[in-house]
């Protein structure tokens, strides 16, 4: 079977699900078909071909583990609750590293054989490049949410196999890792895949968002607008108004490098320059989030931001702020 004989049937069928932030966010069945094409062209795999992972040693996996120490820290929690929210539909959650190396997982004793027959365990190496096509692998290398139901992985040996991930970017918009939810019960829940995807969607905002306040503790947090994708908008400012933190959403939307960073420019200057009306909502948004942590004081939240509060109030007054 040839490469667009397995590739055409795949778009037709695969579902939509969350996008990613930039304005050349890929379909689903767009992501699969890049993976699948490295797959046979880079790294020249064959899918009928048995595979099994390498797992580190114990020595070595805490070594490498050792790494990722904060987003253990920091998932581990949410790996529980998001275990709570779909343990009834067979599935089991894993966390990798920016690797694709297993770092973590919550599993059932009906999800053992399974993770013993694949090797879904703590210091297994999932990359793209040596498993094919798969959750945890195809997630860090493209950076992106990606579902795969039945038969969309490249080996013919993880036919039955359904995966759910997400990536999780650190404090400076970088993948930390990759959050999977991943069942080998040969069915695709189709109703719910959506549903399913938002859900573990959720789940990596809320442990990129603690990697990212943990990192700028004692600063204000603003968001810049509403979560379009796995990332959210935020960035962090000191008390002159100077940006010192942006996550990967707030880098995407923007274009913000680390070099415009690490300039500490004024974040409502950096606003102001945009001309599409998205930047001016983004102004509002960081207006209102200002003031809800002032709890209402102008002074002092135009003292946060960098600028005088008649500049404030001319703002507040031209978004309709009260």
Known sequence: MSLSDMVEPLAMNTRPFSQRIDSKAESPAETVQKSWIRCETSYQLDPSQKWKADVLCGAEFRHVSSRSALLLRQ????????????QGLGLMVLLADPNAMILARCADETHLSVC??????????????????????????????????????????????????????????????????????????????????????????????????????????????????????????????EITGATHAAREWMGWTDQTIAQHPNLLTELEEGSEISFQKAEENVIRSALAVSQGNVTQAARGLGISRATLYRKMKSFGIN
């Open 75 to 86: 998932a581990s929690e949410e790996m529980q609750h998001l275990f709570a929210l779909v």
């Open 116 to 241: 013993r027959r694949l090797n879904l365990r703590e210091g297994a190496i999932w990359s793209e490049a040596i498993a094919g096509t798969n959750g945890i692998g195809t997630c860090v290398e493209d950076r992106c949410p990606i579902f795969l139901g039945r038969g969309a992985h490249w080996r013919f040996c993880f036919s039955l196999l359904i995966s759910y991930a997400v990536p999780i970017f650190d404090a400076q918009g970088r993948v930390a890792g990759a959050l999977n939810l991943a069942s080998m019960n040969g069915k695709t829940e189709q109703p719910i895949d959506k549903l399913l995807m938002e859900t573990l969607a959720q789940s990596g905002r809320r442990i990129e968002e603690q990697l990212f306040r943990n990192s700028y503790e004692g600063q204000k947090i603003l968001t810049l607008g509403s979560v379009r994708g796995c990332s959210a908008p935020l960035v962090s400012i000191n008390d002159q108004g």
